[in-house]
């Protein structure tokens, strides 16, 4: 396993329709994070999970966006009904199971997946 | 709310040189993680080296040392015998022990001239 993938790299979308990004996490990381980051910015916390379970939301995930992790493993982040303003990197993160102090709190971040919305 | 701030947007560097990249945080708890991600231009972000607050001794990795002090609230980083490869935005990032988002700052492009 070499680490974190993410599918698409690169996706461009007209206003209005839905989109659907893909994470692959590093093998039996049970943590999974999702990022936003705008240019010239720190990527900002959107949600992350715990195995299958959902555990926290920003309130920067409005309704439009919805994350799974159906099986603990792969995630999909879907944003329904784009807006020019939801263009950003959205990156995705996973950390390990705690195999001694500090070492799951460090996260491994993908290559992001660049959103354009004309 | 926990914040990050990194005051210099752009650093630069002679190869071979020394720089320093500052970070400041500000939070009320008193055990947490920081951590310095390097991300390449149209590359992954990647780990350059973690703090526990709980330790009292600087991270080092290498070329890469930290400056920890903790009453300040204050993380920086410091690069030496810097080269080529280590041209990059540098973000400083704040992870709670309790909560489990990642607070990051606005990051440092660093230039390394030869």
């Known amino acids: 396993d070499t680490g974190v993938s993410q599918n698409p790299r690169h996706k461009i979308t007209k206003r209005g329709q839905n989109v659907t990004f893909r994470c692959d996490p590093i093998s039996e990381h049970n943590r999974l994070y999702w990022y936003r980051q705008t240019l010239g910015q720190g990527p900002e916390f959107l949600t992350y999970f715990q195995n299958e379970a959902q555990l926290e939301k920003s309130r920067l995930l409005s309704d439009r966006f919805s994350a799974e992790r159906p099986k603990g493993s792969f995630s999909t982040l879907e944003i329904q009904r784009t807006e020019q303003g939801d263009s950003a990197m959205y990156l995705c993160a996973s950390s390990p199971q705690a195999s001694g102090q500090g070492a799951r709190e460090t996260q491994y971040f993908g290559p992001g997946t660049r959103l354009l919305v004309l | 709310a926990q914040t990050v701030t990194q005051s210099q947007p752009e650093m630069s560097v002679q190869e071979a040189e020394t720089v320093t990249l500052s970070c400041t945080y500000d939070t009320s708890e008193s055990d947490y993680y920081l951590f310095w991600y390097k991300q390449p231009p149209s590359r992954q972000m990647i780990l350059v080296i973690r703090q526990e607050a709980y330790k009292q001794q600087n991270a080092t990795e290498n070329r890469f040392s930290v400056n920890f002090q903790k009453a300040a609230k204050s993380f920086s980083l410091k690069i030496s015998d810097s080269q080529l490869g280590d041209a990059a935005m540098y973000f400083c990032?704040?992870?709670?022990?309790?909560?489990?988002?990642?607070?990051f700052g606005a990051g440092t492009r660093l230039t390394v001239k030869p």
């Open positions: 990032a704040y992870r709670s022990a309790i909560l489990d988002d990642m607070r």
